[in-house]
């Protein structure tokens, strides 16, 4: 079985017309709910009148003749409709026996007309923390390192998405058990070396010129991932253990839902006792506080500094790898989005605080979530950052963040 799945729309409400935009709404809530991006999808709609289930037959006739698959090639048929939701029997499994789909496959409906039940799953699915969490890990490296050097390093997105396309590559040659750790291995190495190259020389040069030195860091990776990979996308390995399915009180999910909140929980937990515990990361703690002073008292901060870049580099690596196998397609600017996202979070929960990054993260994951299961989706970027405005309005420092005072 390739783990493929099949998706066939149609449907009305008895005296309304569907929309292409309802449909196409209907469809992405349907993605979001089975968690995966790979597979044939159709989208099909009909007008009052015409049978939801024959409709999406015929949809799903051709798309299966199309993709050269077998039906014993596809693991789920889902329907995506807007038709009455006690339909009997279902849609789906009037799809799958006319398609003469393994009975023993999943046959899941998901009707527009339950919108109270998508509503409810995507609050399970925000609660579960699975964007939140992953978002957190970006947001790590980016108030690590504002901590110490008060710089946002705007290639931080690019290195995740790097890290997504290195596993890509990786992966066509080596077994996954090899090439997962050798992957994380090259992000770290890619992220000290983006220290050493491009911020370590401006280290008393103006902030303002390691900014532009970050912006064009950004761009070089973007455009080096658009040289290698044509700028096709790419698709991300299945993982053997997150991208197997689960059954959750009778939701089908992906293992990746229930491991990432527990995975970021572990890793903050031990980021923090190395932060709080050990001799690192005292020093990290005193660059942090005075960055001159702890130079003076023998810090040697350049190291400090490059250690600071690993780790959140290496943060990185495992949130694509858990990012990635929930949305498989790679492109040059992958990273932008959630790397843009994961830097809100920072400055919503503390820039410099890494419980508030976390905080923060685990919050915007779960208004992204929710907001994209309503009729107001199109908005949910705008909603996280009228939701960051308000805060910084309230508490300019954010959730977790101290107010900075000046030496005299």
Known sequence: MKGLRLIATGGALPGRTVT?????????????????????????????????????????KQALQRSGLAPADIACCVCATLSAPDATPSVACQVQAALALPENRPALDVNAACSGFLYGTAVARGLLATLGGQYALIAIGYTMVYGILRLINFAHGDVFMAAGLIMVYLSASLPIGVALPLMILLTVLLGFVIERAAYKPLRSAPRMSVMISAIGVSYLLQNLATYITGGLPQMYPSLPGLSSQITIAGTSTKMVTVITPFLVVALVVVLTQL??????????????????????????????????????????????????????????????????????????????????????????????????????????????????????????????????????
């Not at 309802?22 to 349907?30: H, K």
């Not at 400055?347 to 994951?365: D, E």
């Open 20 to 60: 292409n935009e309802e449909l196409s709404r209907t469809v992405d809530t349907s993605d979001e709910w089975i968690t995966t991006r790979t597979g044939i999808r159709t989208r099909h709609y009909c007008t009052e009148g015409e049978n939801a289930a024959t409709l999406a037959i015929a949809a799903a």
């Open 275 to 408: 932060i709080n515990h050990t001799k690192i990361g005292m020093a990290m703690r005193a660059a942090s506080r005075d960055f001159e002073t702890a130079q003076l008292m023998g810090i040697k901060i350049n190291n400090i500094i490059s250690f600071t870049f690993v780790i959140g580099s290496f943060l990185a690596a495992v949130g694509s790898a858990l990012y990635f196998t929930n949305y498989p397609s790679i492109v040059p600017l992958s990273g932008s989005l959630p790397g843009l996202r994961a830097f809100v979070a920072a400055v919503f929960g503390g820039i410099g605080s890494i419980p508030g990054a976390v905080v923060g993260a685990f919050l915007i994951g779960l208004s992204e979530t929710v907001i994209k299961s309503s009729n107001w989706s199109v908005f949910s970027d705008a909603f996280t950052f009228a939701l960051l405005i308000i805060i910084l309005v309230v508490k300019p420092t954010g959730l977790f963040g101290e107010k900075s005072t000046d030496k005299v």
